[in-house]
């Protein structure tokens, strides 16, 4: 267990729908990246938060958006659904002053879109 | 895009034996990490090794890096049927987010 929760677990949506997504990270770590991970392939960074500002983006469009609040958690938001959005999300905090090499993941939301 | 390659795609073997995974990437690193994924779960972080290392042991894991080659090899000792799952590498780029390559799919029988 890496202490790090995800919800929901799963979810379906349709078409042109919003959808947000939650994360809960270990007490005291102030960093949070995003990853979507399409069937079959591996994580792709979305983007990172960190003292509740945006820090890094990956090649994804705007309306993928996040929050993260002064507790540490965090939102991904997705507007305008399209089929392609069908994927798991996974979530990984770490604690502050340190890099990438002690990121702790939490176990996924998968999101269906019909 | 992946940073990186697994290889290869999937695997089969049978208790006892060895599994050996490859990874290659692109850019330049900082380190060089393999993580575990159970049925399409979240990630469990195996081992990390730095640039400057070029061998790492963890139990049954052995980890090399070829940092000339942008490449590394994860080999698995005396595997078992728990150790099904998928694995992946995952370099840093030298920035703060992770890029993962396409995994490899370790299917161990009984």
Same mark, same amino acid.
């Given at each position: 267990?890496?202490?790090? =929760? #995800?919800?929901?677990?799963?979810?379906?949506?349709?078409?042109?729908? #919003?959808?947000?997504?939650?994360?809960?990270?270990?007490?005291?770590?102030?960093?949070? /990246?995003?990853?979507?991970?399409?069937?079959?392939?591996?994580?792709?960074?979305?983007?990172?938060?960190?003292?509740?500002?945006?820090?890094?983006?990956?090649?994804?469009?705007?309306?993928?958006?996040?929050?993260?609040?002064?507790?540490?958690?965090?939102?991904? &938001?997705?507007?305008?659904?399209?089929?392609?959005? $069908?994927?798991?999300?996974?979530?990984?905090?770490?604690?502050?002053?340190?890099? =990438?090499? =002690?990121?702790?993941?939490?176990?996924?939301?998968? *999101?269906?879109?019909? | 895009?992946?940073?990186?390659?697994?290889?290869?795609?999937?695997?089969?073997?049978?208790?006892?034996? &060895?599994?050996?995974?490859?990874? /290659?990437?692109?850019? /330049?690193? &900082?380190?060089?990490?393999?993580?575990?994924?159970? $049925?399409?779960?979240?990630?469990?972080? @195996?081992? *990390?090794?730095?640039? &400057?290392?070029?061998?790492?042991?963890?139990?049954?894991?052995?980890?090399?890096?070829? =940092? $000339?080659?942008?490449?590394?090899?994860?080999?698995?000792?005396?595997?078992?049927?728990?150790?099904?799952?998928?694995?992946?590498?995952?370099?840093?780029?030298?920035?703060?987010?992770?890029?993962?390559?396409?995994?490899?799919? @370790?299917?161990?029988?009984?």
């Amino acid at each position: 267990e890496t202490g790090v =929760t #995800q919800s929901p677990t799963h979810l379906i949506k349709t078409r042109g729908q #919003q959808v947000t997504l939650r994360c809960s990270s270990q007490s005291g770590h102030n960093t949070v /990246s995003w990853y979507q991970q399409a069937l079959g392939q591996g994580p792709q960074f979305i983007f990172q938060y960190y003292r509740e500002e945006e820090n890094g983006r990956g090649n994804f469009p705007p309306r993928f958006s996040g929050l993260q609040f002064p507790n540490y958690s965090s939102e991904l &938001n997705v507007n305008a659904l399209e089929l392609d959005d $069908s994927a798991l999300y996974l979530c990984a905090s770490r604690p502050p002053g340190l890099s =990438t090499d =002690t990121q702790y993941f939490g176990p996924g939301t998968r *999101l269906t879109v019909l | 895009s992946q940073q990186g390659e697994e290889d290869p795609q999937a695997l089969s073997i049978q208790e006892g034996e &060895n599994a050996t995974m490859n990874c /290659s990437y692109k850019t /330049s690193i &900082n380190n060089l990490q393999w993580y575990r994924q159970n $049925s399409g779960r979240g990630l469990v972080h @195996l081992i *990390l090794i730095r640039s &400057n290392e070029r061998e790492k042991h963890s139990g049954r894991l052995r980890v090399t890096l070829d =940092t $000339s080659k942008k490449s590394s090899s994860l080999l698995i000792t005396a595997s078992r049927a728990a150790d099904t799952a998928s694995y992946f590498c995952a370099t840093d780029g030298n920035t703060d987010k992770l890029i993962f390559g396409t995994g490899t799919r @370790l299917q161990v029988f009984p």
